[in-house]
């Protein structure tokens, strides 16, 4: 898949708007980015996924895992088209852990997956997860690597396509300088 077709898919669920927004950490910027609205639309996990899955099809793989909340439908369907389980790590008392019964055995095959990434925290405390109990970590797959180009993980890592984060603080917003007003994303004025 191209980058233009990705950024298309993005646009046209608005999982990706172009304008001036206030994010959440209070700085500013040219888009709005959430990756849910994407996955919303069952195709489109799938589109997405078959990208990720591609580059282990010749892997034995037992099991995906991933990071809730944003990485379990891309974990449900990597593992629906690669054949195996999928099960989800969550924080508890601020700990990456397996909860609900899920299990991964010393000798099993593990890839990881989220749906984006931009510092790698949360795949990071999955993989020391995966890695404690002796099990074989594959891989990283992503559809969205915000690392502005960074290497996050010793692991092979596949990302769909990438897209730098651009931001500034309000003070330095070429698009408040302009005089346009910066809108919260998650607000009920964004159409
Ligand atoms: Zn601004």
């Given amino acids: 898949m191209t980058k233009d ?6 646009e046209s669920t608005g999982a990706l708007l172009n304008g001036h927004f206030e994010l959440s950490s209070g700085l500013h ?7 849910a609205r994407v996955l919303q639309y069952p195709k489109y996990a799938e589109l ?3 990208e990720i899955v591609k580059n282990v099809k010749d892997e034995r793989i037992d099991c995906v895992i991933s990071p809730a909340i944003g ?3 891309v974990g449900q369907e990597c593992a629906r088209l690669l054949g195996c389980r999928a099960i989800y790590a969550e924080r508890e008392s ?3 852990t397996l909860r609900r019964g899920f299990d991964i055995k010393h000798d ?6 989220e749906d984006v990434v931009t510092t790698g ?5 999955v993989l020391q997860l995966v890695k404690g109990v002796g099990a074989e970590v594959v891989g990283v797959g992503y559809i969205v690597d915000r690392s502005n180009g960074k290497r996050l993980f010793e692991e092979p890592s596949y990302a769909v396509f990438q ?3 651009v931001t500034y603080k309000p003070e330095k917003c070429p698009f408040c300088k302009e005089n346009a007003r910066a809108v919260k994303p998650g607000s009920r004025n964004i159409n």
């Fill in 5 to 10: 077709k990705a950024l298309e898919i993005f």
């Fill in 29 to 35: 910027s040219p888009q709005y980015f959430q990756c």
């Fill in 48 to 50: 997405f996924c078959k």
């Fill in 71 to 73: 990485g379990v439908i």
């Fill in 94 to 96: 601020g700990v990456m």
């Fill in 108 to 113: 099993e095959r593990v890839f990881v997956v």
């Fill in 121 to 125: 925290g949360s795949v990071k405390e």
């Fill in 163 to 165: 897209m730098d984060v």
